[in-house]
C-alpha cells in the first residue's frame, strides 16, 4: 500500500491512499492546487513526518495520527449512517458520549469532508446533535455544519506558507516566534509565549498544539447563537464601522481599558464576517501578510507609507 503526504498550500498538510479521491474530488482541489511531499509504504514513518511538518508549518496537528486511525471496521466501532446531509449515530443523545469516547480516532467521509472523533469533535457534536424524527434510540448531526467547525479548526494558519518557508523555519528555529524581539507574527494570534514541551522537535504533551485558537472559539459562540445562519455582511459591516469608531473614541480619551475591548470587539466582528463572506480570518491574514512581507517604505506622521 503506498501513502501520499500532500499539502494544500496555507490550508493543511495530509495523508491519503488516494488522491484524486480525498483532496481532488472530497476537498474541490485541482491538480496544481497542491503538492506532494513524498510517498512512503512505510505507515509509521509517513505518520510520523505528518505530525513533524503540521507543527513546522504551524498547522493543525492531528490528535491521533495517520497510522492509529480506525480506517477498518472493528467489532466495537459504530455503525453510523451518512447520507449527503447528515451523519446518523445508532444510540440516542443520551448514550452518544460514551459511544464518541469509545471510538476515539475513527474516520468517516462525506459529501463535505472527512471527519474523525477527538475530544474536540466530541464536544461539537454533543452540542449540536439532533433526536432522529424516525427513530428516538438514533441521532445525528448535520455535515455541513460539521464540515464548517472541523476546517475552521486550525490553530496558526498565519504560518503557512509553502513548504520552502517550513524549511526556512527548521532551519532557523525560533519556537513559534519571528525576528521582530521573539513577538509572535502578530500577537492576538497564539499566546504570548509557547510552552517549552511544543516546539517543532518535541512531541506536544499538554494540549497546547491541539487546542482551539482564540478564532475557533469566537466562531463556535457565533454559530451556536445562528450568527452564520441567520447573518448578514453589510450588518457586520456596518457593526464593524461602529466597533473602530468606539475604539478611536477610546483612544482619543486614553481609556486604556476601552481601547483594549473596542480592538477585541473589532476582531470578533473580523472573524464574524470573514466567516459570512466564506472564508476564514486567517487566510485573510495569511494573504495581507504575503502582500506587506516584501513592501519598501519609510515612516511619515507616525505611519509607515510604501514606496
Given at each position: 500500500?503506498?501513502?501520499?503526504?500532500y499539502?494544500?498550500?496555507?490550508?493543511?498538510?495530509?495523508?491519503?491512499?488516494?488522491?484524486?479521491?480525498?483532496?481532488e474530488?472530497q476537498?474541490?482541489?485541482?491538480?496544481?492546487?497542491?503538492?506532494?511531499?513524498?510517498?512512503?509504504?512505510?505507515i509509521e514513518?509517513?505518520?510520523?513526518?505528518?505530525?513533524?511538518?503540521?507543527?513546522?508549518?504551524?498547522?493543525?496537528?492531528?490528535?491521533?495520527?495517520?497510522?492509529?486511525?480506525?480506517?477498518?471496521?472493528?467489532?466495537?466501532?459504530?455503525?453510523?449512517n451518512?447520507?449527503?446531509?447528515?451523519?446518523?449515530?445508532?444510540?440516542?443523545?443520551?448514550?452518544?458520549?460514551?459511544?464518541?469516547?469509545d471510538n476515539?480516532g475513527?474516520?468517516w467521509?462525506?459529501e463535505?469532508?472527512?471527519?474523525?472523533i477527538?475530544?474536540?469533535?466530541?464536544?461539537w457534536?454533543?452540542?449540536?446533535?439532533?433526536?432522529?424524527?424516525?427513530?428516538?434510540?438514533?441521532?445525528?448531526?448535520y455535515?455541513?455544519?460539521f464540515?464548517?467547525?472541523?476546517?475552521?479548526?486550525?490553530?496558526?494558519d498565519?504560518?503557512?506558507?509553502n513548504?520552502?518557508?517550513?524549511?526556512m523555519?527548521e532551519?532557523?528555529?525560533?519556537?513559534?516566534?519571528?525576528?521582530?524581539?521573539?513577538?509572535?507574527?502578530?500577537?492576538?494570534?497564539?499566546?504570548?509565549?509557547?510552552?517549552?514541551?511544543?516546539?517543532?522537535?518535541?512531541?506536544?504533551?499538554?494540549?497546547?498544539?491541539?487546542?482551539p485558537?482564540q478564532f475557533?472559539?469566537?466562531r463556535?459562540?457565533?454559530?451556536?447563537?445562528?450568527l452564520?445562519?441567520?447573518?448578514?455582511?453589510?450588518?457586520?459591516?456596518?457593526k464593524?464601522?461602529?466597533?473602530?469608531?468606539?475604539?478611536?473614541?477610546?483612544?482619543?480619551?486614553?481609556?486604556?481599558?476601552?481601547?483594549?475591548?473596542?480592538?477585541?470587539?473589532?476582531?470578533?466582528?473580523?472573524?464574524?464576517?470573514?466567516?459570512?463572506?466564506?472564508v476564514?480570518?486567517?487566510?485573510?491574514?495569511?494573504?495581507?501578510?504575503?502582500?506587506i512581507?516584501?513592501?519598501?517604505?519609510?515612516?511619515?506622521?507616525?505611519?509607515?507609507?510604501?514606496?
Amino acid at each position: 500500500m503506498t501513502y501520499y503526504l500532500y499539502h494544500i498550500p496555507g490550508k493543511k498538510i495530509g495523508i491519503t491512499k488516494d488522491l484524486q479521491k480525498r483532496v481532488e474530488d472530497q476537498q474541490g482541489y485541482n491538480e496544481g492546487e497542491y503538492e506532494i511531499i513524498m510517498k512512503s509504504d512505510n505507515i509509521e514513518y509517513i505518520s510520523e513526518q505528518e505530525i513533524y511538518l503540521q507543527k513546522l508549518c504551524g498547522y493543525r496537528v492531528d490528535e491521533t495520527p495517520y497510522n492509529k486511525l480506525k480506517f477498518n471496521k472493528k467489532e466495537n466501532d459504530m455503525n453510523i449512517n451518512v447520507t449527503e446531509a447528515t451523519t446518523t449515530f445508532p444510540c440516542p443523545v443520551n448514550k452518544l458520549k460514551g459511544q464518541l469516547m469509545d471510538n476515539v480516532g475513527m474516520r468517516w467521509e462525506t459529501e463535505h469532508g472527512g471527519f474523525v472523533i477527538n475530544k474536540y469533535s466530541i464536544d461539537w457534536i454533543m452540542k449540536n446533535v439532533q433526536v432522529s424524527r424516525y427513530n428516538k434510540e438514533r441521532s445525528y448531526v448535520y455535515n455541513k455544519a460539521f464540515a464548517r467547525f472541523y476546517d475552521n479548526h486550525q490553530t496558526h494558519d498565519i504560518l503557512g506558507g509553502n513548504l520552502a518557508d517550513a524549511h526556512m523555519r527548521e532551519r532557523y528555529p525560533s519556537n513559534g516566534r519571528d525576528q521582530y524581539n521573539g513577538k509572535t507574527l502578530a500577537g492576538g494570534l497564539s499566546p504570548e509565549r509557547v510552552p517549552e514541551c511544543c516546539d517543532e522537535h518535541n512531541p506536544c504533551t499538554c494540549g497546547y498544539m491541539s487546542a482551539p485558537s482564540q478564532f475557533d472559539l469566537i466562531r463556535e459562540w457565533a454559530d451556536e447563537r445562528g450568527l452564520y445562519e441567520n447573518g448578514d455582511t453589510k450588518t457586520q459591516a456596518l457593526k464593524l464601522v461602529e466597533e473602530v469608531g468606539e475604539t478611536c473614541r477610546a483612544i482619543l480619551k486614553e481609556d486604556f481599558d476601552e481601547v483594549i475591548d473596542g480592538i477585541g470587539d473589532c476582531v470578533v466582528v473580523l472573524v464574524n464576517l470573514a466567516e459570512l463572506q466564506g472564508v476564514s480570518i486567517e487566510s485573510c491574514i495569511a494573504a495581507a501578510y504575503e502582500e506587506i512581507k516584501g513592501r519598501k517604505g519609510k515612516m511619515a506622521n507616525g505611519t509607515y507609507v510604501k514606496q
